[in-house]
T-cell receptor
Framework: NAGVTQTPKFQVLKTGQSMTLQCAQDMNHEYMSWYRQDPGMGLRLIHYSVGAGITDQGEVPNGYNVSRSTTEDFPLRLLSAAPSQTSVYFC????????????????FGQGTRLTVV | GQQLNQSPQSMFIQEGEDVSMNCTSSSIFNTWLWYKQDPGEGPVLLIALYKAGELTSNGRLTAQFGITRKDSFLNISASIPSDVGIYFCAGQLRSGGSNYKLTFGKGTLLTVNP
């Protein structure tokens, strides 16, 4: 009954370091996405994937890479961390809903709090 | 890109009061969603709306999909202390193959005084 699992929960990086935020879901959902949440900004889409081997950019993709080699995993990579990437990152997964082919981010992970100094 | 205006930004109410919040958009959506986020947690889906005019309830929560498809509201009746949190609206528009992107409002922070 894990749902969407994100690791780590907290991370501090130095400017210029790289790291990968992990996201795994055990619900066999086709659709996965990454958001960042900043105070007063709501949730902004970074990257998303509609299935293994398929990824696309969201609203704020710069500085981040993703890959989707399996249905279960959708890691987010920060290539060279910058203070502007200090944020809370959420991974989400979803399934086709009753409207037919339309997908909702129904399940979110608990988030990764990232600080870049 | 699409913009969602969610109001109010924050609300302070007494336990037992009813609450209403809404979202408006500059463009139409085909799906409206309402989420609640507790401190330190990820958002949890409360209600999903798929058709203009649709009115849906989930316990003490009621949400409606506006007829113009550019707005939605969420009502909470007889508020209790555990209703405290941030409420987000989100809209989804089917656009060619990109029928899975959500646009989120900036949230309404709800505080309930016992």
């Amino acid at each position: 009954n894990a749902g969407v699992t994100q690791t780590p929960k907290f991370q501090v990086l130095k400017t210029g370091q790289s790291m990968t935020l992990q996201c795994a879901q055990d619900m066999n959902h086709e659709y996965m996405s990454w958001y960042r949440q900043d105070p007063g900004m709501g949730l902004r889409l970074i990257h998303y994937s509609v299935g293994a081997g398929i990824t696309d950019q969201g609203e704020v993709p710069n500085g981040y890479n993703v890959s989707r080699s399996t249905t279960e995993d959708f890691p987010l990579r920060l290539l060279s961390a910058a203070p502007s990437q200090t944020s809370v990152y959420f991974c989400a997964s979803s399934y086709k809903n009753r409207a037919g082919g339309w997908n909702t981010e129904a399940f979110f992970g608990q988030g990764t709090r990232l600080t870049v100094v | 890109g699409q913009q969602l205006n969610q109001s109010p930004q924050s609300m302070f109410i007494q336990e037992g009061e009813d609450v209403s919040m809404n979202c408006t958009s500059s463009s139409i959506f085909n799906t409206w969603l309402w989420y609640k986020q507790d401190p330190g947690e990820g958002p949890v889906l409360l209600i999903a709306l798929y058709k203009a005019g649709e009115l849906t309830s989930n316990g003490r929560l009621t949400a409606q999909f506006g007829i113009t498809r550019k707005d939605s509201f969420l009502n909470i009746s007889a508020s209790i202390p555990s209703d405290v949190g941030i409420y987000f609206c989100a809209g989804q528009l089917r656009s060619g193959g990109s029928n899975y992107k959500l646009t989120f409002g900036k949230g309404t922070l709800l505080t309930v005084n016992p």
